[in-house]
């Protein structure tokens, strides 16, 4: 394994850490946080690799309002295709 490789997949882990504003949860396992966190953990992991598709069941279930909101704007622009004009 290179180092590149490795800083490089240091350097996407924390660009989803930041994007989702989940940063502060970095050290933490999975089931200490709650489930709002997860779910944002989750699309993380649904988005490594760039996948053509990816299916998701009621990614933003038991969020509150605006955490619901902002989990679907990142969805909704992560998936954003630039057209030609």
């Known amino acids: 394994m290179s180092l590149n ?7 996407i882990v924390d660009l989803f850490l930041r994007g989702l504003q989940i ?4 050290d933490k396992y ?32 038991g969020m509150d309002p605006q955490s619901k909101r902002f989990l679907w704007n990142t969805i909704s622009a992560s998936f954003q295709v630039c057209t030609p004009k």
Do not use: Q
Request: aromatic share 6%; charged share 20%; net charge positive.
């Open 5 to 11: 490789w490795l800083f490089s997949t240091h350097r």
């Open 23 to 26: 940063e502060h949860h970095a």
């Open 30 to 61: 999975a089931k200490n946080c709650s489930g709002g966190t997860r779910r944002k953990l989750s699309y993380a992991l649904s988005m490594l690799g760039r996948p053509a598709i990816v299916l998701m069941d009621e990614p933003s279930t």
